[in-house]
């Protein structure tokens, strides 16, 4: 139950969590190659998210410190 609760967190859709709910869960992960597989493929997927995640918010730190604006200004006339 919170592996799912884990998944849901993550935004994952029923129809992804139910590919995890085939597989037996009283059994050692590692026991279950093809569930091993899964996590680290998902597991995988949310490094990737986090990393995208930093790369946004060092960019927003970076605009904030240097109190840039957001978007460029094409015509010179907005601010």
Do not use: W
């Not at 009283?26 to 490094?47: D, G, H």
Request: include cysteine.
């Amino acid at each position: 139950m919170e592996l799912i609760q884990c998944l849901k967190q993550t935004n994952m859709s029923l129809e992804e969590m139910k590919v995890y709910l085939t597989f037996p869960f009283r059994e050692a992960i590692k026991s279950v190659p093809e569930l091993n597989a899964k996590l680290q493929e998902y597991r995988k997927k949310i490094t990737d998210q986090i990393a995208d995640l930093e790369r946004i918010l060092k960019f927003i730190d970076h605009k904030v410190v240097h109190n840039q604006s957001l978007l460029r200004d094409k015509s010179g006339d907005e601010a």
